[in-house]
């Protein structure tokens, strides 16, 4: 057994009940063998031990009252992962399904991920399985202004830097800034996604979307191609599937789907992302809304969107959300790429089937860092107390995409693998947080 294989199994035994955070654990060490053959002082460290137990888990209860008068209570979290690169940085998760495994999955994915933008940011997760969905604006708010109270005594601009995930968007960031500030009297860049009239970035909403495309369009550049002419599958209608369909639409392809946690959307002429903001960002309501609306449009219950013939394929939902069936449906169907914007929605089955059929594979801690590198670029705003142009941070957002494809090409070239971007992309986040892990001791 090679030093990986033996963390991987402690890493089982030890959190048996925890798939999501096994199921990231094993990928990353899998890949990054090659890095580890080349560094036996990291076993002497105790490198891979340090690196899989989180610094800090934060577990706690978020009481708040709803509509009708009746006490409710959601379980918080905020796992502090890894700050050997900088304030722990990662978003926020309001959701059902959220738990343990799902945040230290997250938290640990987050590390390699900030590595890879090359900016100073540790990694973290958090959130609580409070559903968003269906609550009033002002139920939203009690509940956001509960689990701050409990959070702001965990973080801070140079602590910790919370941000959005799924069912975290500007509304709920706003509720948890203005807390922080109530309690702390003080007002400081402690999260990012801010709303742009109280230090939000220009561009940090378009970002993991558009960063999304930009990687993609570098990987085609490669090879003198583009987007113009593609056909685009997505799933999900939130954030970031709503601005990568809008970047792919800009560079030239035509998405045909959309998806939501109860069906998907196909359209054939080309999805009108208009009448998906109208739906999603203002009436926050389902995706079969969009088929009665758009002529021409089908809507399906339950899932499919990777049914459809694509060149390109971006799952933008969540974790586990394309299957190896799935997989196998692409690539008889032709597609060619196949880039996370979610993190983690490839199976690891699936996963190995699409490397292994030469699809170009991103993993989402490649190709949707551009959310957290906005989010960066918001901090170093906050502390010089200006703000950038929206051009300004686009311009940076794709300097950083495409250096993160190149980072995963190079690192897959010299191990041996070319194109294998899953080996790559570890080995290159792996790399600068192995060497400051080291720089810094055993702690
Ligand atoms: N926002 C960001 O900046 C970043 C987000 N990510 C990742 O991208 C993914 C999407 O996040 P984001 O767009 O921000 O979140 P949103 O809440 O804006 O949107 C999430 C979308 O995914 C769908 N979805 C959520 N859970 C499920 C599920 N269990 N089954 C099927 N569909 C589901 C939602 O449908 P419904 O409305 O029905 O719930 C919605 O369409 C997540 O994996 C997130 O971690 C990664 C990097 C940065
Ligand atoms: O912008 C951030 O800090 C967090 C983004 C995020 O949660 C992610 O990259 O998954």
Redesign the pocket.
Known sequence: MTYAQRVIEQVKAKNANEPEFIQAVTEVLTSIEPALAAHPEYEEAGLLERLVEPERVVMFRVPWVDDQGKVQVNRGYRVQYNSALGPY???LRFHPSVNLSIIKF?GFE?CF?NSLTTLPMGGG?GGADFDPKGKSDGEVMRFCQSFMTELSRHIGADTD?P?G?IGVGAREVGYMFGQYKRMRNEWTGVL??KGLSFGGSLARTQATGYGLVYLVQELLAQSDDSLEGKTVCISGAGNVAIYAAEKAQQLGGKVVTMSDSTGWVHDPAGIKLDVVKQIKEVERGRISAYAERVEGAEYHDGRGVWSIPCDIALPCATQNELFIEDAKALVANGCKVVAEGA?MPTTLDATDYLVESGIAFFPGKAS??G??AT?GLEMSQNSERLSWSFDEVDAKLNGIMVNIFHAAADAAEEVGQPGNYVVGANIAGFNKLANAMMAQGIV
Request: proline share 0%; net charge positive.
């Open positions: 940085k990662g978003g997250l987050q991920k997760k830097v941000a995930d990012t996604g993190n949707n860092a959310g957290v989010s």
